[in-house]
């Protein structure tokens, strides 16, 4: 037990804690990282919508060539397709 260079626990927990640190600031840069992604693209996509209603093709499926209902485009104002549309791609 009085042994100074035992590879208990003792010796190793301050080390496990600076990985443990590194760890969890690298996944929350991550995070942050994906956040802004994600907040770019949306930005991206309403600017994208600006021009559309600039243009008047704002609310026109791009895949039917039918409006949009009123309810999508105030759920996603950036859409481009409707439900219909969207579905069908998915399939």
Same mark, same amino acid.
């Given at each position: @037990? ?84 969207? @579905? @069908?791609?998915?399939?």
């Amino acid at each position: @037990m009085n042994r100074t260079n035992d590879a208990g626990t003792d010796s190793t927990s301050g080390g496990n804690t600076k990985v443990l640190e590194d760890g969890a600031e690298t996944a929350e840069k991550e995070n942050l990282s994906q956040l802004a992604a994600r907040q770019l693209k949306y930005i991206t996509n309403l600017e994208n919508a600006l021009v559309r209603i600039k243009n008047g093709t704002y609310g026109i499926c791009s895949v039917t060539g039918k409006l949009i209902p009123k309810e999508r485009l105030i759920a996603v104002p950036h859409t481009t397709q409707s439900i219909e549309a969207k @579905m @069908m791609k998915q399939d």
